[in-house]
């Protein structure tokens, strides 16, 4: 049956800096699917995620693995393997519980596997011949994960790898403090022409029903019409006309009157119709305008965002200047107090001195 795909979200990657072994490096620029693959032939777990083409996380699940949650949105885990740690960068602490608890499950899939397979090694070779149970996960090559999104986002994580001796991503909740109600200002609003598009629709549909069953209503008006016209007119040739005859034309009469009269209504309802749905097409091009204005709106708020770390970082570094130019005025004003100090003994001194000599 080979390998297949079990359970898919997003995230952003990062691995440990193998130099410092401190340091987070990021291994996308964005986020990411990461999935959970099953081999059934070979009865392995595998954690994959590409980017691109380039296979970014290739790691196999043993029974010896932890998955730590280091921050509400971020958690990691080493894989002797690779010789790596990875770290997970999640939106929501949904998503990052959702996959701690897949890596918990399949970790026991694979400690299971892992103590069958050794009991069929046990009964079919000798103690000598066996090879390490960690063979049997060996890696493979990697393989496309789905197309489809399980449990995932595309959202940008508020989250970030630090430099710290336990890795835990940043806090940057100010950067996202604005945009999100932005969005969903405009989210709403959204949702708002979505359901009167909706409602307009089905109001469309019936409205052309209704045209439909009123020309066919109309056509069958005018056959009638004309029908008690030509009886009108063939009652009118009749050389001997009765009181009746001159009765029934009458009322004749009084019919194609009141066929006419629902004729011209008809004809009201059909050109209100053709105004709703004039203002229907009006009401589509405003959702189309406010689709775009929300597009802008979501750029405009990712370069606020961008600006707003850049000036972050700016403010932290001018209080670490301003901070050290404190410490040095401190130092300076502890040299001038040594001063005075000394020159205040020197005066005392030059002063008794003169008094002595007098």
């Not at 359970?7 to 072994?21: C, E, G, L, W």
């Not at 301003?322 to 003994?345: A, M, V, Y």
Request: proline share 4%; hydrophobic share 35%.
């Amino acid at each position: 049956m080979g390998e297949q795909p079990i359970y898919s979200t997003r995230a952003h990657v990062f691995q440990i800096d193998p130099n410092t072994k401190k340091n987070w490096l990021p291994a996308s620029k964005h986020a990411v699917t990461v999935s959970y693959f099953y081999d059934s032939t070979r009865n392995v777990y595998r954690i994959i995620s590409l980017d691109g083409t380039k296979a970014i996380i290739n790691s196999t699940i043993s029974p010896n693995m932890t998955f730590t949650k280091t921050s509400q949105k971020f958690g990691q885990w080493a894989d002797s393997r690779a010789n790596t740690v990875y770290g997970l960068g999640f939106s929501t602490e949904h998503h990052l519980a959702k996959f701690a608890e897949k890596f918990a499950e399949y970790k026991e899939a694979a400690r299971l596997a892992k103590e069958k397979s050794q009991e069929k090694m046990e009964m079919a070779t000798s103690p000598s011949q066996e090879s390490p149970a960690g063979e049997l996960a060996s890696p493979l090559t990697p393989v496309t994960p789905p197309m489809e999104n399980i449990n995932g986002t595309d959202e940008i994580c508020d989250t970030t790898p630090n430099s710290d001796s336990r890795p835990e991503p940043a806090q940057n909740a100010l950067a996202f403090a604005h945009s999100p109600a932005m969005t969903k200002h405009w989210e709403a609003e959204l949702e708002a022409l979505k359901g009167n598009n909706a409602k307009l629709t089905a109001a469309l549909l019936e409205s052309t029903a209704n045209v439909k069953q009123w020309k066919q209503q109309l056509a069958a008006y005018q056959e009638e019409a004309e029908r008690l016209h030509k009886r009108v007119t063939e009652l009118e040739c009749q050389s001997n006309q009765t009181p009746v005859i001159k009765s029934q034309k009458t009322e004749l009469n009084q019919t194609i009157e009141e066929l006419e009269n629902v004729l011209r209504d008809k004809e009201e309802e059909m050109e209100k119709l053709k105004e709703e749905l004039e203002n229907m097409n009006d009401l589509m091009e405003q959702k189309d305008t406010l689709s775009q204005k929300l597009e802008e709106t979501e750029l405009r708020s990712r370069v606020l965002e961008e600006q707003l770390a850049g000036a972050e970082q700016r403010l932290e570094e001018n209080q670490e200047e301003q901070e050290n130019f404190r410490k040095s005025l401190r130092t300076l004003l502890e040299l001038l107090d040594g001063k005075i100090f000394e020159l205040t003994e020197l005066r005392d001194t030059l002063a008794r001195l003169i008094e002595e000599a007098s």
